[in-house]
């Protein structure tokens, strides 16, 4: 069987743990309200790090299925949410200094959600450079940047980074990623949330140092967004949908049809991704306006992040210091 | 059954016509060279008109499967290429004043194909109207602009295009727009031309008045490349490799395997685009650089545009005045 | 003599009219607040216009001398000052259809801030035609578009907004533009708002058509900031702190400060610019970050015209609908 | 007296030690060509370095006046020389691993000559490290990063490069920035290099730590170009120019214009920007049409860059190799 990736552990917890099936070492508990849903998925320990294929910590996904189409309301909403579960880390407080990492490539549009993010949160390590400050009432000490990805700058993302953690040694790293799920539906509405760490490129099966307490000697705070989704998930959804609706319909396809549904899901998903890789090699599927997503999504999260970290700022304040 | 509309009169022809198969009314003619491989479609009257679904006229495309990774040494012959069709199309010449028309929406990027190449273009009215010339031996008299789209300006592309065309009385306005392909293949390695019109916003189901000599009152030549498949197309070709290997491997799902060859490949496609359209409506999918390969198109557009127009301009000059 | 252009209707009457001197056809009246002051210059009959050198109509400024450092409260209350005077020209209700012009070249930032506004503002007009309404409670029908400067399409920008106006049938058209000063101190404090129309590129010297109501057939509601002086204001603007403050302190010199402060204002001035003309041809002087205050600036402007045109939005919403 | 600073060792020459003149320690070479003249300073001891203010080392300058305007064969000439300047340098062969470094902020479009050139120039590191090689014919092992300014990232660029070098630990650095002149008539004419080191920043008066082989363990080689001049050098000049066409035009302004002329010309220029900082601070002079400027420039040091670095490129091939 082949080893499906996700970057979502919420989805990862589904394909191999089960969907509302209890996993050893793994607890999960939903809030639900009106606009979103909170997920927190806790791995406590290796045993049920090793069911569900994500190291032990916390992790913690708002789904807000209007979001997309979202007024701006519901836009603040978000964002104040967002910006409390990011308190709720307790990884920072009003002394901390932090670096905001913005992962991806600029000139890709769905991977540039991290870049966007760092163009539009408010950094104010220079305020505190340049007026030899330890601490301020309003503004937290923050620093931002975007590393780019190798095929840009010929240097991989983790040694830009480590370089930089290594020179100016802040508490803590936030860093921003788009993530790829495996369901359209999560596209643009869900932001994960965790503190194991994140691998530069690692939902596309690049292999780089991973960015977590062990590799820089700080806490890692990694939010993420899934803005694609690849070309096999949409075959597989389809596929499900079709056979769902064939079995009703009639008699006729039954065979084949219990075939495909005795296959597991994920040797289906194989199967898919097999016949489609020679094909559609470098293909993704992302929302038509894709652009705009982005833009809003990566207000969303500046804004968290902004009243996350400085005490200074409500949500009444928040986007005025939007770029 | 459904009407299926793709943008490329090629497309059409094997849709309604059939691939290989002769076609009362329209005749098709490939060439085939070492890079690239021209078809020339000519629908000469109504009923050809009517069996493949294009209004009568010309169609060409130049088919170029390594455009995608394509080497400068390519990309120059297909401007050339390119070049030398525009000017077969026998619709300019050394004393036409032209109008270049960008379609498409430049905040989307694989819908700016049309606006990229109206950056890039040499426009050259500027001087005529300064000087107060008619003539140049070496520069064709070029005007060039991007309408936008309707969710961008509020005004219909058409109306823009229509106003000015009235204002500055221009002999030939050629249209540069992204298309859609129903094939993944064909996303960024084929260019179609036509002298038949173009709708602005066409391909993607937008009933919008049509730029053609009977609605401008001067000849349009469209060039249009593909940049998205939806999302149905890649569902369905998959099926189909699926189904094919499967009916070579096993006697199971014969069944099920029947019923869907014998759907024709409309039938399947229209069972498809049903299922999946609440479910991925306003979906591409796209090449993963659109952004670079939107990019390169826009290049090769711009130059084959510069050398069919402008008498003083060939291969070892044009990619000189390109931005 | 030489004739000095300035954009602003108050530098015209400063300059030919003199400052705080009464001209007759023309009325000046200043109204000062805390953080700004509106000086109203109403010129009323022929006599008026040919003494300051400007149409008969109203010219509306607006001085904000904080603008380029404000902070959130101070551009919110600007652009409430902005709309609030925009609805004082009396020229839309809730039933006009706006088209707004953005112009200027978006290549060249300090120009730009037409095409920013135009990206920002809210446009409405798509939703009247896709649902055939002519009226809507909270929303005004607006279209905008960017014609770019003829350097860019070779096209006039006048024939470009007279096509469309022509099809498209507007009440009221609001155009946007940067401006020139002769004084830095204006540079992006000052918003400029007249009924007396407007030539595209007409600050720069270019003699091109004037959009207003006799070449259009619709009223023309004008809005400019200047964002450049040119060369030569600086020079002379120093020259005379120089004179002004060796005249304080020396005998030395006083021949010559004789003959500089004899000469008219405009003598001077006209020198100067003869000696840098041939030395500093297209050069601007600019803020440094002109990037941020043009974005800032067109931010200012959308939410004052969206406060203007629509009755459904106030400045609560406003800075929802800027993107 | 002020302590003029000027980027430009040359103009620091001419400010310091005088034109024509000779300085002990430091040698002058000028080489003129058609298109084009290169001056070679040599400042070879710290006497030499004490008298022009500018460290030890070598300093070359490419003048070419029609860079402006330049046509495609003079840019292409002037990559050559450029590439071959560089490589004169002798601090680079085909083993070598080079980081280039963009400084500037690419927000302020005269300051982001650096990024640009960052964008565009060829970046090969990536597959030295993913195929293990040590070494290629054609290709040398090139990286290269913009690390944005303070005000943008809180970070220090001096921390990220020195965090970056000291991760992948590159043979040479070469740092590419914007400069100030102090001569109109070189804003985007004059290409500078030197082996000296350079401080991101320095021109504008940031004391930042200096980029060179005592802070960073390897040599550095600079290429600036001055793309801005500030307000006291537009208004200094004029002064000279209307002084000079005082004195020969009239008796009238003796007085004065001797007192002018004994100044020396830094007291003047040191009087003007006294005057002129309190109320020009923050403005800077350029070309109006910095945006195209700035693209031209990068493209010719990027493949100025691409010829001396890379065996395998020369000047037929380098135009393909840009973005």
Same sequence: chains 1, 2, 3, 4.
């Avoid at 189409?69 to 967002?82: A, F, G, H, R, Y």
């Avoid at 780019?148 to 991989?156: A, D, F, L, P």
């Avoid at 005490?311 to 928040?318: A, C, E, Q, R």
Wanted: charged share 25%; glycine share 8%; net charge negative.
């Amino acid at each position: 069987m082949y080893h499906i990736y996700t970057d979502l552990a919420i989805e990862s917890k589904e394909l191999y743990g089960g969907k509302d099936v209890e996993v050893e070492g793994v607890s999960v508990t939903t809030e639900t309200m009106n606009n979103y849903s909170i997920t927190r998925v806790k791995v406590s320990d290796e045993k049920g790090a090793q069911s569900i294929r994500k190291p032990i910590g916390n992790y913690i996904t708002i789904d807000v299925p209007d979001l997309n189409n979202s007024d701006e309301d519901l836009k603040d909403e978000i964002s104040k949410v967002l910006g409390k579960e990011i308190k709720n880390f307790g990884l920072n407080n009003s002394h901390s200094k932090i670096l905001i990492i913005g992962l991806g490539n600029w000139n890709i549009t769905p991977d540039a959600l991290g870049p966007k993010v760092v163009d539009r949160v408010l950094v104010t390590r220079q305020f505190f450079v340049n007026y030899q400050k330890d601490f301020d009432e309003d503004m937290a000490n923050v620093a931002a940047m975007a590393p780019g990805v190798m095929g840009i700058t010929g240097i991989e993302s983790f040694d830009i980074i480590k370089g930089v953690v290594d020179k100016i040694k802040p508490d803590l790293l936030i860093a921003v990623d788009a993530l790829a799920s495996r369901k359209m539906d999560r596209v643009s509405t869900t932001i994960q949330l965790s503190d194991t760490g994140i691998s530069p490129g690692g939902g596309v099966g690049n292999k780089r140092m991973t960015l977590n307490i062990s590799t820089l000697g700080i806490p890692v705070l990694a939010i993420g967004i899934p803005t694609v989704v690849n070309a096999a998930t949409i075959v597989n959804d389809t596929l499900d949908l079709i056979i769902s609706s064939m079995k009703e319909e009639a008699e006729m396809g039954k065979e084949f049809y219990n075939i495909l549904e005795q296959l597991s899901g994920e040797d289906k998903y194989s199967l898919i991704e097999e016949v489609l890789n020679p094909y559609m090699k470098n293909t993704i599927v992302t929302p038509k306006d894709i652009d705009d997503v982005i833009d809003d999504l990566s207000i969303i999260v500046a804004n968290g992040l902004n009243i996350a970290l400085h005490p200074g700022i409500d949500i009444k304040d928040v986007n005025r210091y939007i770029r």
